[in-house]
């Protein structure tokens, strides 16, 4: 008995046989109408219908589909953010699946990276153009996509944090940007779970203090700095112990945030984190010497990193000027060819024109003194001459243009004429054909009529030539046998001899093809003699 298939997901199977390229924009139709009206059923028909998804494939298409160039796709960046959307939305709550193994290890991590690299190809996008909000709102819809996902899958926050995507995405110094990422990390540790810290792990865990910390010190944004805040006031308030690793791994953060944040609308969580941040005993004293040497480092740091990226932009100034100045050469010097060109093209047809008004000068000098040469009584018939024959040559060139200009015309008449003339043979010749076949082959219309008397001659005749022909040792069985093979064999000749004439039929019908081919080649006329006509 075949297994039951919903039939929503019939519709989705059959949409994914198509590419992505060419059908992701009708499964995501679909899908959203699917999940929409498995959001007002049960959860458990809901759940039951993201691990159909899985199972056949459909999420799959989804993933490997956002690894296109939506650029080239119906609907651009538009149906990548949505292809993001439906992801993280069936990626959560899917419950168990069938391959939970394949699922965790192979297609989730192939859900991330595919997250982070659309995410870092719409950040690109947007700091290139700083006008466009709208990619920068598609940015951070993906960003809240994979911030979705990992608030249900913390495995796989350490696999994000190694993914070079990533770190683009860090490294940027743009304010939209960095308080888009800083708004993933503060919604995944404002979680209940109690296990966050521990699933996130210490080293992921550092990474994402020393980037919260870094981009307090460096923006001036009000939104940054709550977030950051925030983030560490979460971190604290998840793991206690936290707190000494806060003081000792960031020394005289309370100071800083007090002096950059304070009085800009968060001041009450501010001091929250001010006042954890300095309950503790000091357990390493530094002087203002030893804090102010610390500062001054991380200053130097800084500048030796930006003074790095300045070099590197640099180092590639000088190629791409190289780069602009062939191309600017190579341009002129394919439009100076050009014009060189252009210019002995006209000079030849100048010449041309010239040496022929030249020779056409001295044909008439030379008429001309043939002409004074010439008695006074033939001038008058010569001219008579020489306009006849330019009254005969205005002539042939007005006929040969009327006839080629009715060539055409004629011509497609004639072939209509032929056409039909070899179109009527091959029909005659077909029914013809046809007669005969009825002729020697008329169908079998029952015995006729015996009397008693034509009867009792027949069966006489019958016993006579069995008694003249019999043969010992025949039974009745065997006759059978003999009969039944007979009219198989019968049978047989009877589909040869159908299969042969329709064979025949064929070769005929490409016979009178090939006939009408020829007679059309043949009739066909050369140029000349028709503007001789």
Request: glycine residues 4%; proline residues 2%.
């Amino acid at each position: 008995m075949a297994k039951y298939m919903d039939p929503d997901i019939q519709d989705l199977v059959a949409a994914t046989k198509r590419k992505p390229a060419d059908g992701l924009e009708d499964v995501l139709t679909k899908l959203t109408v699917c999940l929409g009206q498995k959001a007002l059923q049960e959860e458990e028909d809901l759940e039951k219908f993201k691990q159909d998804l899985f199972n056949h494939g459909i999420l799959n298409y989804c993933a490997t589909a956002l690894k296109l160039n939506f650029t080239k796709v119906n609907g651009g960046y538009n149906t990548a953010v949505q292809t993001a959307d439906i992801l993280s939305a069936c990626c959560v709550g899917i419950g168990y699946v069938n391959n939970s193994e394949a699922f965790r290890n192979q297609f989730l991590l192939l859900v991330a990276d595919n997250l982070l690299s659309l995410a870092d190809s719409l950040m690109k996008k947007a700091l290139r153009v700083k006008s466009e909000a709208e990619t920068t709102r598609l940015f951070r819809r993906v960003m809240d996509s994979i911030s979705w996902l990992l608030r249900a899958h913390h495995h796989l926050i350490a696999h994000v944090i190694d993914s070079k995507h990533y770190d683009n995405i860090q490294l940027c110094e743009d304010e939209d940007v960095a308080g888009v990422l800083l708004s993933v990390w503060l919604d995944l540790l404002g979680t209940k779970s109690s296990r966050i810290v521990e699933d996130i792990g210490d080293r992921a865990l550092n990474v994402i203090m020393d980037d919260t910390v870094y981009k307090m010190s460096s923006f001036q944004n009000p939104v940054i700095g709550r977030s950051g805040v925030k983030i560490l006031m979460h971190i604290v308030s998840h793991d206690n112990s936290m707190v000494q690793v806060i003081v000792r791994r960031y020394k005289g953060l309370a100071e800083l945030v007090v002096k950059d944040w304070r009085g800009k609308g968060f001041d009450a969580v501010l001091d929250r984190l001010v006042g954890l941040l300095k309950s503790p005993p000091p357990r390493y004293t530094d002087t203002k010497g030893v804090q102010a040497e610390r500062v001054r480092a991380a200053c130097v740091i800084q500048a030796a990193w930006r003074a790095h990226q300045t070099r590197r932009r640099l180092k590639k100034l000088p190629r791409a000027i190289t780069r602009l100045q062939r191309s600017f050469r190579e341009r002129k010097r394919r439009e100076e060819e050009c014009v060189e060109r252009r210019r002995a093209e006209e000079d030849l047809r100048l010449q041309l024109q010239l040496r022929r008004q030249t020779a056409n000068r001295l044909f008439r000098q030379k008429q001309l003194q043939l002409i004074e040469l010439l008695p006074a009584d033939q001038v008058k018939r010569y001219l008579g001459e020489v306009e006849r024959q330019a009254a005969l040559v205005i002539q042939r060139v007005w006929r040969g243009h009327r006839d080629r200009r009715s060539l055409q015309q004629r011509k497609y008449h004639l072939q209509r004429h032929r056409a039909a003339i070899i179109i009527q043979r091959a029909v005659l010749r077909f029914l013809e054909c046809r007669r005969a076949q009825r002729a020697s082959a008329a169908p079998w219309r029952g015995f006729r009529k015996i009397t008693p008397e034509r009867r009792a001659e027949l069966q006489k005749e019958v016993d006579e030539y069995l008694f003249l022909h019999s043969r010992g040792g025949v039974s009745e069985q065997r006759c059978r046998e003999l009969h039944s093979s007979t009219q198989q064999q019968l049978r047989e000749w009877l589909s040869s001899r159908q299969e042969a004439q329709r064979q025949q039929q064929h070769t005929q019908a490409l016979l009178a093809q090939i006939n009408t081919d020829m007679d059309l080649l043949l009739s066909i006329r050369s140029l000349p003699e028709g503007v001789h006509r």
